[in-house]
């Protein structure tokens, strides 16, 4: 370059470019900044050049005594700090990683305060000084020009200075500290080697008999093992800091600083989240929720594009990847020319969830052949829901739209690759977009949803290969926080094979033990409690792997069951026990668990297609039969068969066919010959052409039997349940049931013929009527007559009832056939149906033997029924709508539930919390109906009886069986975890987040009529208040509960911040555990009264008046929990309750409790002498809560007297008895009586009293 310097100038140049070996750090030239457009440079390019001088010299001028200072003090704040914070911690890594965090920001953040100012004085100096020779400042406007260079080369260059000071002082201060606290390292190695089994502690800091630290609040005292998540954010907070991280400004890979008196280590040449392991690089990881465990104490963002990367990438995750073995992998950027295909793709993706969402499909029938390898898990329903879907569906034309696409594309792996980040985000993102409540009748539309992404992603595995499971691993390593630990995306994954069993068990193992990089010596509560959930659903739920895939997982279960038990000894508390508990706990249930059975179909929606479509290839010969031709055969074989039939003596005297089955030979021949029975497409358009020609022949018959007399014309009238939904002036038309009836009775003959496969025969005869009837209903509408079909279905079950060899052994599996065709054909798809399905289901031929099959193996099918039934009527009884259709539907409804509650009261009782999801608020009598069941072994004591003490009843120390996974409920929104870390931490934020996962989305609201997942509230209460362990001292009064129990505070908290109608809602499922004498009712009752006793909110005590008086002033019966808790509230003198406004708020509503206080206590209250009644009906000394006093029946009866509830509640019998003129009252009545008069009693309809509503 050409020169105005002369000789003093290039002397310069070549001092500048010719000594870099005398820099601090070699590279400093290339770091300095100067600015291009300053004039001084334009002119002397070469003065350039000494400006790295000038920094270099400043540095070393201030850096000795910062590092000096900034060293001594950080590393002995440090060291005082972690040994006291990690005491009692055993594992000297964790020590040595946190004082190496804590030190770094310490020491860094020391220097930048320290050397900002001295540095800028420095620098500014040596620029003037190599700058201003050069110069030749003649006068004072060069000389101001020369002091603005000086100006801009200082700010530009003084924040470098400051970085490379800091990384200085950082590198000896990672050093020193490693000498300083070696003492305390060494001593828990020895202890380790010396007794391993005996916790460690500092004998420095934690001594017996020392005030210190025993005299600290719960929360700040020392525990035995490692520090809880909130207390390790401490030291993630550190490196959050904006100050204090040099490191990540400079570029990577700087050398050491060559600066005397300051030595680097080689290990400090590293980045400080690499030299810390699993404690460094926290920057990224926010400020939001506290992390679950040490695990997320580790953020450093991670990118690269490529697919060498991501090769490089997922074999590092192979072996055992560290935070800092290397980067992400994300996806090269898609061609332009791919890109709108691509989207296409993804908008068909969309169009084809939305419907699925609109219209979701039906849960899967159970296979009437083989029932008991039935799971009940959400994700294979929808899997087996989604596979049955036609093939002409528009998922299935997208499964195979997507392999196509890529086959063209020219750009395929990249394309591929940024298809699969794209489905594995909608993965995760599906619980915030998809609908949390659907029909009980279809399958979950979450799950769906994944199933539908987990189909598409699985068509990437022949253009993606093995790097497509090699790059899901790592993005599921690479997910953030909580949402890391999705059971359903995870199951999903490895189900679907996209990501290999032993490296997630390897990496799932990793996440679990404390000495991997996410813990740090400290129980990841989270990541344990995944584990256990995800074994349970893929190798026990879903039981597609055995426990042995997932050894490492098991040995680190096996490590945490086994320290667990060692600290329970320290006083570990029974919730921060629990995971290790429940990790012992499954690690029995997986020994003893069946291998799964060899051979067994994949549970994934693409393979499941391919097999239906390949079956579909081979029996393509039968489509031929779906013409006008076969049509006709199938009516002439009919039209024959019916003529025979009618002739035969057997359709009068022998319903049985035992002797005339020689006359249907010829019949039989015809059906075989013309290959109707051959496979399963061909029955089912054979039986579906004669269920159709058979309801269009009883029609067209009816004209020429009227008169007739005949049996099949009088039986005409009959109409399921004695109406049929129509207006009596509209008469119904008349219909002629021989047709209907030959029909039926071929059915039966086939499937004698059939021998072995009589269940398959029977299943396609019943697919066939089914899809018949839908069909009929959906064409005719309104005018829709549900009587013959009625008509086949009962008489199917009648002939398949009566005793006969052929169907005795396969009885259970005959039943399950039907409970699939009711299931198809229930009201929520054939509203037009609803009468005549209704009494199906209550049938005598199929209720009772549904339920009575040997292990209960029935309840599941009708419960379903039941649900599907009670969830069509809830509309209705939500707005209190009814006209007489659905009153008459309602009534039979009670009915039916009458007879489960005679006959099979442990049914309810089992079932009551999925019966309880779905049933509406106004909705009481159903309610006391299912909540009144108890066990026929047990007999109920008399709530009314003198010095009842229900904590020493022998049934209240046994908990109720519950078949609901309210546990499964609680996935949603994670909100299991939000509860799990409360009860751990006691954080209160959390009972904010808690409350608001509750609210529905706006969406729903309107929909559902409710702000609030009442399926999800009543979850809750479940877990918190019986799920997890309770510990502490009892409360006084309240034997039930215990002091310190955090399921309390958040009971307390729901009480006192949810709104008017949550607060309703959450009260009335606490009042859905008040049932027979168990712990569940025992604990919610102790619940109940506490809320009523230690609030100081007037509503929340009037609330919980309303909930229990609303449900004691409708119809018998009354569930025994519910008039023990009413009868304790009323008349114990600790709950005060006269004298409480809402009870004399108006005459009448104070005549109301007058009324019941006289049937319940036998007195009539007087609030001026209260006190002294009171205390004659409490004995001195008795411990309120613990004992129920004298009382009678007659609640409800005097409660429609006082508020003029319906005359139907007045005139009814009361159950009992009023007390007699001398003051004695009658022994409350047995069970089996109270049964025999509930259900001789008339039903009436829904109780709606205003007066208690206003309470």
Not at 198 to 226: C, F, H, T
Not at 608 to 634: C, F, K, Q, V, W
Not at 637 to 663: C, K
Not at 1092 to 1101: G, I, L, N, Y
């Amino acid at each position: 370059l050409p020169s105005t310097l002369g000789s003093d100038g290039r002397a310069a140049q070549q001092h500048a470019t010719g000594h870099g070996e005398d820099f601090i750090i070699p590279t400093l030239p290339s770091m300095v900044t100067i600015n291009p457009s300053i004039p001084l440079f334009q002119i002397q390019r070469n003065l350039a050049g000494l400006v790295p001088h000038a920094v270099d010299r400043a540095i070393k001028e201030v850096i000795s005594a910062v590092v000096e200072r900034s060293v001594t003090i950080s590393c002995l704040t440090t060291r005082e700090m972690v040994t006291k914070d990690f005491a009692m911690e055993p594992d000297e890594n964790v020590l040595k990683k946190a004082a190496q965090l804590m030190v770094s920001s310490v020491s860094g953040s020391l220097a930048l305060v320290t050397c900002r100012e001295p540095l800028r004085v420095s620098l500014t100096n040596h620029l003037w000084q190599l700058l201003l020779p050069h110069c030749q400042a003649k006068d004072m406007n060069e000389t101001a020009a020369l002091e603005q260079v000086v100006h801009i080369l200082s700010t530009d260059n003084l924040e470098l200075g400051c970085n490379l000071i800091e990384k200085a002082v950082v590198d000896k201060a990672l050093k020193d500290i490693e000498e300083s606290i070696a003492p305390a390292l060494q001593a828990r190695k020895d202890q380790r080697a010396r007794q391993p089994s005996v916790p460690y502690y500092d004998a420095n800091y934690i001594q017996p008999n020392s005030k210190w630290p025993q005299a600290l609040p719960e929360m700040l005292r020392p525990k035995p093992g490692p520090l809880s998540p909130q207390q390790l954010k401490v030291y993630k907070d550190f490196n959050a800091m904006p100050i204090g991280s040099a490191k990540a400004r400079l570029p990577a890979g700087l050398p050491p600083l060559n600066v005397a008196g300051v030595t680097t280590s080689g290990a400090s040449q590293e980045q400080p989240g690499a030299s810390l392991g699993g404690l460094g690089g926290l920057a990224a990881s926010g400020g939001g929720s506290a992390p679950a465990s040490a695990a997320e104490l580790q953020s450093s963002p991670r990118t690269t594009s490529g697919a060498a990367a991501a090769a490089a990438e997922s074999s590092g995750a192979e072996e055992g990847r560290s935070e800092a073995d290397g980067p992400s992998i994300v996806p090269p950027p898609v061609p332009v020319d791919a890109q709108a295909a691509l989207a296409s793709l993804t908008g068909t993706m969309d169009q084809v969830v939305q419907n699925l969402i609109n219209d979701p499909p039906l849960l899967p029938p159970i296979d009437a052949a083989n029932p008991h390898l039935y799971k009940q898990d959400d994700a294979l329903d929808a899997c087996a829901a989604l596979a049955m879907l036609p093939l002409d569906h528009e998922l299935a034309g997208l499964l195979r739209q997507v392999p196509q696409w890529l086959s063209q594309c020219p750009h395929a792996e990249t394309c591929a690759l940024d298809l699969a980040q794209r489905l594995f985000k909608r993965l995760y993102d599906a619980p915030q977009v998809v609908p949390q409540v659907h029909p009980p009748d279809t399958v979950s539309l979450l799950h769906a949803v994944i199933e539908v992404d987990l189909s598409v992603m699985e068509t990437l595995k022949d253009t993606l290969k093995e790097q497509l499971a090699k790059v899901l691993l790592v993005w599921v390593d690479d997910v953030p926080g909580v949402q890391r630990y999705s059971i359903d995306v995870i199951s999903g994954l490895l189900r679907y094979g996209l990501i290999g069993i032993p490296e997630f068990d390897r990496l799932l193992a990793k996440w679990v033990d404390p000495r991997g990089r996410d813990n740090h010596g400290s129980v990841n509560a989270l990541a344990l409690d995944f584990a256990v959930l995800l074994l349970q659903r893929v190798c026990l739920q879903q039981r597609i792997f055995a426990g042995q895939d997932f050894s490492h997982t098991m040995e680190a279960l096996v490590r945490e069951a086994t320290r667990t038990m060692q600290y329970q000894q320290l006083g570990m508390s029974p919730q921060e026990a629990q995971p290790g508990e429940a990790a012992a706990k499954l690690l029995e249930e997986l020994r003893s668990a069946e291998a799964p059975a060899a051979g067994a179909a994949r549970q994934a929606v693409g393979a499941r297609l391919a097999e239906r479509a390949e079956e579909e290839a081979r029996n393509r010969g039968s489509e031929a039969l779906d013409t006008a031709s076969s049509r006709e055969t199938i009516v002439t074989i009919f039209e024959e068969w019916y003529n025979m039939y009618n002739a035969s003596p057997d359709s009068l005297q022998n319903r049985s066919g035992r002797g005339g089955n020689q006359v249907y030979t010829a019949v039989l021949s015809h059906i075989t010959s013309g290959g109707f029975i051959r496979n399963d497409e061909a029955k089912e358009l054979f039986f579906r052409v004669c269920c159709e020609h058979a309801v269009q022949r009883a029609y067209a018959d009816a004209p020429a039997a009227a008169g007739s007399g005949t049996e099949d014309e009088q039986r005409s009238s009959d109409r399921p349940g004695g109406e049929d939904g129509q207006s009596e002036s509209t008469p119904a038309p008349t219909m002629h049931f021989a047709a209907i009836d030959a029909f039926t009775r071929l059915v039966v003959l086939l499937m004698k013929v059939a021998g072995a496969d009589k269940v398959q025969m029977l299943t396609r005869a019943l697919l066939a009527i089914s899809k018949e009837l839908r069909q009929d209903a959906e064409r005719k509408g309104v005018n829709f007559n549900q009587r013959p079909y009625f008509r086949i279905l009962l008489n199917l079950l009648m002939e398949l009832s009566t005793p006969d060899p052929n169907f005795e052994q396969a009885n259970f599996q005959l039943l399950s056939a039907f409970c699939n065709t009711f299931h198809t054909c229930n009201p929520l798809r054939v509203p037009n149906f609803a009468f005549a399905w209704l009494e199906l289901i209550s049938n005598r031929m199929f209720m009772p033997k549904l339920l009575m099959v040997k292990n209960q193996r029935g309840w599941l099918m009708f419960q379903r029924l039941l649900v599907q039934l009670l969830y069509f009527l809830e509309p209705y009884l939500r707005r209190v709508q009814l006209n007489e259709s659905t009153r008459l539907l309602y009534k039979g409804t009670v009915r039916m539930l009458l007879v489960l509650l005679h006959d099979f009261p442990e049914f309810l009782c089992d079932y009551h919390f999925s019966f309880c999801d779905i049933m509406p608020i106004p909705c009481v009598q159903i309610r006391n109906l299912i909540l009144s069941a108890f066990p026929r072994n047990m007999k109920l004591p008399d709530p009314f009886m003198p010095n009842l003490k229900v904590d020493l009843l022998p049934a209240i120390k046994v908990a109720p069986r519950i078949l609901a996974n309210y546990t499964t409920t609680l996935l949603q929104q994670h909100l299991k975890h939000d509860v799990d870390t409360y009860m751990r931490t006691r954080e209160q934020r959390l009972l904010e987040t808690i409350k608001d996962k509750l609210r529905l989305p706006k969406r729903e609201t309107l929909q559902l009529d409710t702000k609030y997942n009442v399926p999800l509230l009543n979850a809750l209460l479940l877990y918190v208040g019986v799920h997890l362990p309770q510990h502490g001292k009892s409360l006084p009064g309240q034997g039930g509960l215990q002091q310190n129990n955090p399921s309390l505070d958040i009971f307390m908290y729901l009480a006192h911040n949810f709104d008017y109608e949550g607060r309703y809602l959450f009260l009335g499922a606490i009042a859905n555990h008040l049932r027979y004498p168990n712990t569940h009712t025992h604990y919610f009752s102790c619940v109940l009264l506490y809320l009523f006793a230690d609030t100081s909110d007037e509503v929340v005590r009037e609330q919980i008046t309303r909930v229990l008086l609303e449900r004691l002033i409708v119809h018998r019966p009354h569930p025994w929990g519910l008039l023990i808790t009413f009868i304790e509230l009323i008349k114990n003198r600790r709950y005060e309750f006269w004298n409480h406004s809402f009870v004399k708020c108006a005459p009448e509503v104070e005549k109301l409790f007058q009324s019941v206080a006289f049937t319940c206590l036998g007195t009539t209250i007087d609030r001026q002498s209260e006190g002294e009644q009171l205390a004659g009906q409490t004995a001195p000394g008795s411990q309120p809560g613990q004992q129920l006093q004298r009382g009678g029946g007659g609640a409800e009866t005097a409660a429609a007297a006082a508020v003029g509830v319906g005359p139907a509640a007045q005139a009814q019998p009361n159950p009992m008895e009023a007390p007699t003129a001398g003051g004695e009252r009658p022994r409350w009545r047995s069970a089996q009586r109270c049964r025999a008069d509930v259900s001789a009693e008339r039903c009436g309809s829904i109780s709606d009293p205003p007066a208690v509503r206003g309470v």
